[in-house]
């Protein structure tokens, strides 16, 4: 019997984001998309019409034994349920960020998963692009030298400027460190290798906010989470990276993310992104230099990308990049901002990782082993 070249895909969850996973799904035929599906019916056949893709339901989708992965694309407090009912009927798992809204449930996910033997995959999958994995690659050269430290910046007005509906980022499971918090702390141990303490204050400067987007401008939100968040991060290499994740920045001009080691200093482009501008300084060196990013996946938005790795990774037996442990570390160290803010105290994280594998040079579109 010829081996499988392709894996069937179930999506659950068909609002906002499913549209760019439905587009990009398109550049990777390992992917063979079997259906979508939404606890409201009408939007998963709005969007099935829209991509040519078929309606399905969630219990049809997991009682299809042509479905191989579920993509989870729900909000994050239904990530969790929804990624163990896909398990138990023994699907692997592919989730958007964050993995759960508590580390304790995302250790029921990743255990779960382990227990039955199929995989656990989570966005984000921005730091396979080209531009983090070139930023991986001058790390991993030694070009920098010892890594000492760093900074992440992500600093908005607040969502409620653009957001039709933003309420549920002032709510429980929002703010802005596990909204944005995943594209950076992931970008970071990526580069850096995983996290051994945090150190955090932060403050909720309003327990109310106007939305101020229409169509409901001027209703108050409640504010239940820390809207600005400051910190450190200790790595197990040492390095210390300064970390600001804030929905109460009005502007500010900090680079995403910039490493600092012994012999040179990198900007790293916005980790939401998969391209973006790589620039490398010496000590005391005038400007900056731009590495050339050469790698593949710069170029547009390729969120799926992540599906597509671990589709080839089960199919040939390799691990995946964007896996379980590492969004799992990430989520303790996220919690860990809070858990350290309230308390005063540094917080020592339990969970290990493997930097993933870097994407090498010589991968082609379409394909990434
Ligand atoms: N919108 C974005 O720009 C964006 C970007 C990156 C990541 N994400 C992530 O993607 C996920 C989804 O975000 P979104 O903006 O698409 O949200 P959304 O609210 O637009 O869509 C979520 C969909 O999931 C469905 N759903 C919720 N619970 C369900 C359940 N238990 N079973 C079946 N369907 C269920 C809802 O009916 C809804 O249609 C979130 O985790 C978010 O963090 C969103």
Redesign the pocket.
């Known amino acids: 019997m010829a081996a499988r070249q392709r894996l069937g895909v179930g999506i ?7 549209s ?1 996973y439905l587009k990009a799904m398109a550049a990777f035929p390992v992917l063979d998309i079997r259906g979508i ?4 019916p009408e ?1 998963a056949e709005k969007k099935a019409a829209e991509f040519g893709v078929q309606a399905a339901t ?1 219990d049809g989708l997991l009682a299809d034994p042509g479905v191989d992965i579920i993509v989870n ?4 407090r ?2 969790v ?2 990624g163990l009912k896909a398990i138990a009927a023994g699907k692997h798992v592919y989730s ?3 993995l759960g809204v508590t580390f304790e449930e995302g250790k029921k996910l990743v255990a779960a998963a382990r227990r039955k033997g199929v995989r656990i995959g989570a ?1 984000p999958d921005t730091f396979l692009g080209g531009a983090h994995q070139q930023a991986r690659a001058v790390i991993d050269s030694g070009k920098l030298g010892t890594i000492i430290g760093g900074t992440a910046s992500f600093g908005v007005p607040g969502h409620e400027y653009w957001h039709p509906d933003p309420a549920f980022y002032y709510d429980i499971g929002g703010g802005p460190v596990l ?1 944005m918090g995943p594209y950076y702390i992931t970008d970071l141990v990526n580069l850096l290798g995983p996290v051994k303490a945090v150190q955090a204050m932060s403050l909720t400067p309003a327990k109310e906010r106007p939305i101020r987007s229409e169509p409901k401008k001027g209703q108050l939100m409640k504010v239940k989470v820390f809207t600005h968040v400051t910190g450190t991060l200790q790595f197990v290499s040492g390095a210390l990276v300064q970390v600001s994740l804030s929905f109460d920045v009005p502007k500010h001009t900090h680079k995403p993310i910039e490493i600092y080691g012994t012999d040179a200093s990198m900007q790293v482009p916005d980790p939401n992104m998969f391209g973006g501008e790589v620039k490398l300084a010496k000590p005391r060196a005038p400007e900056w230099d731009d590495v050339p990013v050469k790698l593949p996946y710069a170029d547009a938005n390729y ?1 799926s990308l992540g599906v597509a790795d671990m589709a080839y990774a089960i199919l040939s037996g390799r691990p995946h990049r964007a896996n379980g442990d590492l969004a799992l570390h990430v989520l303790e160290v996220m919690e860990a901002f809070e858990t350290a803010s309230k308390s005063g105290q540094i917080v020592k994280i339990r969970s290990k990782v493997e930097r993933p594998a870097a994407i090498s040079e010589s991968l082609k579109r379409g394909k990434i082993a």
């Open positions: 659950i969850g068909a609002g906002n984001i499913s760019q599906a939404d606890m409201k939007v969630v694309l729900t909000i994050p239904a990530h349920a929804v958007e960020k964050p966005a909204d969120r």
